[in-house]
């Protein structure tokens, strides 16, 4: 393999024992995935910061102890527990969990990451753009990366995303080359009526059914808008990489490699999606019936502006019912932006919760989420029931609120009758 003469050097150990690490992983990668060489990035989004384990812990402090630098710009996915607001997850959950992941993310910071702890990182500002290659492993954060914004990664698991950061190189394969961006299978979706397809339970859906369909496949999208705002596209890349194993997906005249079908696919399927697909993915993410509601979860991947704008206007100054706790995940920078605007105050006056750093689905428990859970994230629907034992209403963003306030499950007559 051509390798640089720097990393040459650090495999070699002249940097210390954390940069030859690093080298390592980043070669033995490059192998792995027959690359010819590696290439340089300039971003990373750091999924080894979520804690699964010890040896998260014990991996990350031998960087530090061993002078390990960070090569590139690198931020952090969201934590286990929050750091703004510990009650979140209460120690006693799981005491050896709670303080290993606090412990994980004060080293991180150590490390010199900065500390945006969120999955969407592509809503703050200064990330990458078109064509910049980088280092992601959040799943959602890749196909959003790779699909909304253009940029070129792969899925960087833990400790290889760190060590593309520490290197500022990832091997030349995959989605980082023109031949690995090409879709092998066409998702028809132009027959579906127009009101339906710019609701916006429908990107989560046929973001879910996608990616059942797709797999690890590269597929494009036929029926999307022009003007679908991030939010939807952001379910889509989120429910297609949860539900399969999608990695970047393209739609014809929204994306800015598909501008049309022929730029991004001339051979393989062509599947047309009808109303019953979509109806099969909403039972798929639905595995509770409708009834008295125990708690609403959003924010999964972290909620944006527009989603943010969107709830205070569906509230309308109405309140959560009593007893039924309603979260609505998001990042620092979000919830700072969204708090100068008015509208945190707004949404707890009305009894929401905006929790900081975290994800809500995953074990241990986060204060409040038990029985029945209602929620408009394809992907929290997907995996809440195995990693919480809850059961999961599914519903559009409007469903969820008029749920939360009634406290049992309501569905939308206007929108089913639509579809």
Known sequence: MNLPEH???????????????????VVKAAE???????????????????YTGQAHVDFVRFLIENGASLAVETWTNNGVVSLADPSLRPRHEDPEMVEGAAELMHLYERLGTRPTWTCAPYQLAGGPKLGDHIAVGESNAVSYYNSVVGARTNKYGDYLDVACALTGFAPDAGLHRDEGRRADLHIDATTLPEAWRREDIFAHLIGHHAGRLSGRRVPVMSGLF??????????????????????????????????????????????????????????????????????????????????????VRLFDG????????????TSRGIRQMARARGWIEVLETSGVEVPVDVCTYHSPRVRGLRGRVMTNAAKWAYYAPGMLGVEVAFGSLKECVESAIRGEVWRDPDLWTNA
């Open 7 to 25: 990393t040459r050097a650090q495999l070699a150990g002249d940097h210390g024992k954390a940069m030859q690490l690093a080298a390592r992983l």
């Open 32 to 50: 792995i995935m027959g690359a010819e060489r590696l290439i340089p990035i300039s971003f990373a989004h750091l999924d080894a910061c979520f």
């Open 226 to 311: 022009p003007d679908t705002p991030k939010f939807a596209l952001k379910a889509i890349s989120s429910a297609a990489a949860s539900s399969g194993g999608v990695e970047l997906w393209h739609a014809v005249g929204v994306t800015p490699e598909a501008q049309h079908l022929a730029a991004v696919f001339d051979r393989g399927d062509t599947h047309r999606v009808t109303s019953d697909d979509l109806a099969r993915a909403h039972r798929d993410l639905s595995t509770a019936r409708d009834g008295p509601l125990d708690a609403v979860a959003l924010g999964t991947p972290h909620f944006g502006l527009g989603e943010f704008e969107a709830l």
């Open 318 to 329: 109405r309140k959560v019912k009593a007893g039924v706790p309603m979260l609505v995940s």
